[in-house]
Nanobody, 126 residues
Framework: VQLQASGGGLVQPGGSLRLSCAAS????????MAWFRQGPGKEREFVAA????????KHADSVKGRFTLSRDKAKDTAYLQMNSLKPEDTAVYFC????????????????????WGQGTLVTVSS
């Protein structure tokens, strides 16, 4: 079982990036897929999560209106479109998938996820 994250890089403030997280080895189509990030000297924090069947993904307040998580069920891939990037968005971004169905209140908790990608670095700097 693997989650392969990609799409990170160096971008100027105000720019955009699109991260991808491709799952292989088993289907996550019924599970929750999420993104977390860990900035320099900071703890890992929730960014966004999408539980299929919900009307829309959930986003952290710090990225709401700028980042959008989407899922392609057929490709078993999750995407994180990041617009209007700020220097404080600099972090290693990790995709994660749950082992099964999780309740709404647990979606922002990293311990709810049993599968993790390797992380992709996003640097926002001029």
């Amino acid at each position: 079982v693997q989650l392969q994250a990609s799409g990170g890089g160096l971008v100027q403030p105000g720019g955009s990036l699109r991260l991808s997280c491709a799952a292989s080895g088993r289907s996550f189509s019924r599970n929750v897929m999420a993104w977390f990030r860990q900035g320099p000297g900071k703890e890992r924090e929730f960014v966004a999560a999408f539980r299929l069947g919900d009307s829309s993904p959930k986003h952290a307040d710090s990225v709401k209106g700028r980042f959008t998580l989407s899922r392609d069920k057929a490709k078993d891939t999750a995407y994180l479109q990041m617009n209007s990037l700020k220097p404080e968005d600099t972090a290693v971004y990790f995709c994660a998938a749950s082992a099964g169905w999780i309740i709404l209140s647990a979606m922002r908790d990293s311990t709810s996820y049993g599968y993790w990608g390797q992380g992709t670095l996003v640097t926002v700097s001029s």
